[in-house]
């Protein structure tokens, strides 16, 4: 390509932002771009392909891991959005077609590659994990990552506690579920109505979480639950789910915030224990 059409380093690519108030959205950028931003956090969500009930996309945990960090990611200068690890570990929904898991040993040697390739361009990188089943795999992965030097971190979604009340509706709390029910198909129905079978969604079990994760791991959610749900998606809505999000997208934008106004300009190779336990109770 003659130079003379070559836009200069630092020129905006349609689609992604390489100045300005924009997080780096790296899948649409040239390298030159990269090259001349300014580059102190990559964000990697990761979500799975899993089974959702009769009635959710496979691929929900990672469009929820993805828009949360696109929201909490906005306006900040420095940081980087991967594209998501859009496979993660679902052996425990294994015998549900559709399904395709990589496992824990696999994932855990990914995310130790992508780390370790990261850490060439970047200061510091922060997981933002939309699915339960990788938790092992990321703890795995970071703890060879940050002892070998490297700085990362990881934000697990979680919901700690119903939404408020939307004053606007008669919302009573609810119980929050782990798997393809209420908080799930709320938050897909705020971001991709289409994509949601309201009229497939049926109760699953119901019991928390705790009390089956025996069962789950020693026979999968199958047999648990024969239609993979775990929990009732009875009253879920898009309002609530904007609620759900608006919530998640404030405790990552917490995350970030101080992650980025830790000391030594944003690189954080010593982490607090604080840090480490962010994220509420995951589910996926
Ligand atoms: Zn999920």
Do not use: K, Y
Request: glycine share 12%.
């Amino acid at each position: 390509m003659p130079t003379a059409s070559r836009p200069a380093a630092g020129d905006t690519a349609s689609g992604g932002s390489a100045s300005g108030d924009s997080p780096l959205t790296l899948a649409t950028l040239r390298w030159p771009d990269v090259e001349a931003a300014p580059r102190r956090l990559l964000v990697v969500p990761m979500g799975s392909l899993e089974q959702h009930g009769p009635h959710l996309p496979l691929d929900t945990d990672t469009r929820i891991a993805v828009a949360v960090a696109v929201r909490a990611c906005a306006g900040r200068v420095g940081v980087g959005v991967a594209p998501p690890i859009a496979i993660g570990a679902s052996g425990e929904h294994a015998d549900f077609p559709g399904t395709l898991s990589i496992g824990t040993a696999a994932l855990t040697l990914v995310l130790v590659e992508l780390g370790r390739h990261a850490s060439l361009h970047w200061p510091a990188m922060l997981l933002v994990n939309g699915h339960g089943g990788n938790v092992p795999a990321i703890n795995d992965a970071l703890e060879l990552l940050r002892a070998e030097g490297r700085s990362c971190q990881a934000w697990h979604a979680g919901v700690r506690s119903a939404p408020p009340a939307d004053p606007d509706a008669d919302v009573a709390p609810f119980a929050l579920d782990a798997h393809a029910g209420r908080v799930e198909t709320s938050i897909m129905l705020a971001l991709a109505p289409d994509d949601v079978r309201l009229d497939l969604a049926v109760r699953g079990d119901t019991r928390p979480l705790a009390a089956i994760m025996s069962e789950l791991r020693a026979h999968g959610t199958r047999h648990v639950s024969p239609n993979g749900v775990l929990g009732d998606p009875a009253g879920a809505s898009a309002a609530e789910g904007e609620r759900l999000l608006a919530q998640l997208t404030a405790d990552l934008d917490e995350t970030l915030t101080a992650l980025l106004t830790t000391p030594e300009g944003g690189r954080f190779l010593l982490l607090s224990g604080a840090l480490q336990a962010w994220g509420g109770p995951v589910w996926g």
